[in-house]
């Protein structure tokens, strides 16, 4: 009970500085106290630095970033979706080292931690680069806020945010972690951002405005709906967040057991 409202505690926090809505503050609950109970009060604190740093990144400089708003499905205050995106496989490998206590289980949480580090960071701080992002196949500049894009600012951002929660992984943990598998985590999180990338460039949904002619994530543009343009239906960035960060998260445990 005291483990539940200490993480109520923060979610109100975090829902009345707009960070969360309302349903993201109730998964956030669900999410904080599962890695509260598994992995303890460092695990609780990797998360929140995750959560800090990525709200405090998506409000930072918020007036440079009004044109994304026209691209992008959501706002800056996460849902349950969003929360359950981000936070969903480290709870439940909150929850695996519960039940078995297997130093693995610390490690994919910590990678997919710097998963959603490093992808969130790539976004909302790759979005004030001073060029529009470019695709690489075909090499071409697109419209800041387009899916799959990459910018040398947001890849840098990337690479730092894994890098924070690398390390902060290393303080909480020093005796289990080597810096053999810092630098693990810190590869996989970046190659998260990666993965999400592609996914977001080929198959997460697209829609084009049918009075300007933007192409979007919004199934509402202009006043208007929006037309199915490319993509799979059902794939949107939610999905391919969680895509990404299960794949990333898979293949680094198969290959540190391998």
């Given at each position: 009970?005291?483990?539940?409202?200490?993480?109520?505690?923060?979610?109100?926090?975090?829902?009345?500085?707009?960070?969360?809505?309302?349903?993201?503050?109730?998964?956030?609950?669900?999410?904080?106290?599962?890695?509260?109970?598994?992995?303890?009060?460092?695990?609780?604190?990797?998360?929140?630095?995750?959560?800090?740093?990525?709200s405090?990144?998506?409000?930072?400089?918020?007036?440079?970033?009004?044109?994304?708003?026209?691209?992008?499905?959501?706002?800056?205050?996460?849902?349950?979706v969003?929360?359950?995106?981000?936070?969903g496989?480290?709870?439940?490998?909150?929850?695996?080292?519960?039940w078995?206590?297997?130093?693995?289980?610390?490690?994919?949480?910590?990678?997919?931690?710097?998963?959603?580090?490093?992808?969130?960071?790539?976004?909302?701080?790759?979005?004030?680069?001073?060029?529009?992002?470019?695709?690489?196949?075909?090499?071409?500049?697109?419209?800041?806020?387009?899916?799959?894009?990459?910018?040398?600012?947001?890849?840098?951002?990337?690479?730092?945010?894994?890098?924070?929660?690398?390390?902060?992984?290393?303080?909480?943990?020093?005796?289990?972690?080597?810096?053999?598998?810092?630098?693990?985590?810190?590869?996989?999180?970046?190659?998260?951002?990666?993965?999400?990338?592609?996914?977001?460039?080929?198959?997460?949904?697209?829609?084009?405005?049918?009075?300007?002619?933007?192409?979007?994530?919004?199934?509402?543009?202009?006043?208007?709906?929006?037309?199915?343009?490319?993509?799979?239906?059902?794939?949107?960035?939610?999905?391919?967040?969680?895509?990404s960060?299960?794949?990333?998260?898979?293949?680094?445990?198969?290959?540190?057991?391998?």
């Amino acid at each position: 009970m005291i483990v539940f409202l200490i993480v109520s505690i923060f979610s109100y926090l975090a829902y009345r500085e707009n960070a969360l809505r309302l349903s993201g503050a109730i998964a956030s609950i669900f999410v904080g106290t599962a890695v509260f109970i598994g992995i303890g009060i460092k695990g609780f604190i990797l998360l929140i630095v995750f959560f800090v740093t990525s709200s405090f990144f998506t409000k930072w400089k918020r007036e440079q970033k009004q044109s994304v708003e026209h691209i992008v499905a959501k706002g800056d205050a996460r849902d349950w979706v969003q929360v359950l995106a981000n936070g969903g496989v480290p709870a439940l490998s909150s929850l695996l080292f519960y039940w078995q206590e297997e130093p693995i289980w610390i490690l994919t949480f910590a990678v997919s931690l710097a998963c959603s580090t490093a992808d969130t960071w790539a976004s909302e701080i790759g979005v004030l680069s001073k060029k529009d992002p470019f695709l690489i196949f075909p090499f071409k500049r697109v419209r800041k806020g387009t899916s799959g894009a990459f910018s040398i600012l947001g890849t840098v951002a990337s690479l730092m945010g894994a890098i924070i929660i690398g390390l902060t992984a290393k303080v909480f943990w020093f005796e289990i972690f080597s810096w053999l598998s810092i630098i693990w985590i810190i590869c996989f999180g970046f190659f998260g951002m990666i993965v999400d990338s592609i996914l977001g460039r080929s198959i997460q949904v697209k829609f084009q405005c049918s009075i300007c002619g933007l192409i979007t994530e919004k199934k509402v543009h202009c006043g208007q709906p929006t037309i199915y343009y490319k993509g799979l239906r059902f794939i949107d960035n939610d999905i391919v967040n969680i895509l990404s960060i299960v794949i990333a998260t898979l293949l680094s445990v198969i290959l540190f057991l391998a």
